[in-house]
């Protein structure tokens, strides 16, 4: 018995010197040597109009048109949101308020707060 006890212990002993003498690959993290990916380039977000004038090289007239642009946008908000605060008016005017309001209803006062804040968006600049 003592016999065996000693072979294993020989064994074991062999097989941690092993282990050891490479290097402790085994128990060491593996380094990835490869670079981060390099990232995408950014998304064009000039506009069309001022790109045009922009190869022309007029810088003010560039921004006279993105103004325009900028301002014919704005006024066709404000009609719509004009729109759909009348619209909501009419329904609201012609619900009677002890009753509970309706889905629609609540729906186009997300799209109102939707159009006011992009309102605000364009106003800032």
Do not use: W
């Amino acid at each position: 018995m003592g016999e065996t006890r000693r072979r294993f212990l020989m064994t074991l002993a062999a097989a941690a010197s092993c282990s050891i003498a490479t290097d402790g690959s085994v128990l060491a993290q593996v380094h990835n040597t490869k670079p981060f990916p390099t990232p995408p380039e950014a998304a064009e977000k000039q506009n069309p109009a001022e790109a045009a004038a922009a190869a022309k090289g007029d810088p003010q007239s560039a921004k006279r048109v993105a103004l325009q642009q900028n301002e014919k946008e704005f006024r066709a908000g404000a009609e719509r949101l004009y729109r759909l605060v009348s619209e909501l008016k009419q329904e609201v005017d012609n619900t009677v308020t002890t009753e509970i309001f309706s889905v629609q209803m609540y729906k186009r006062t997300e799209e109102i707060e939707k159009v006011a804040k992009l309102l605000k968006s364009k106003a800032k600049g």
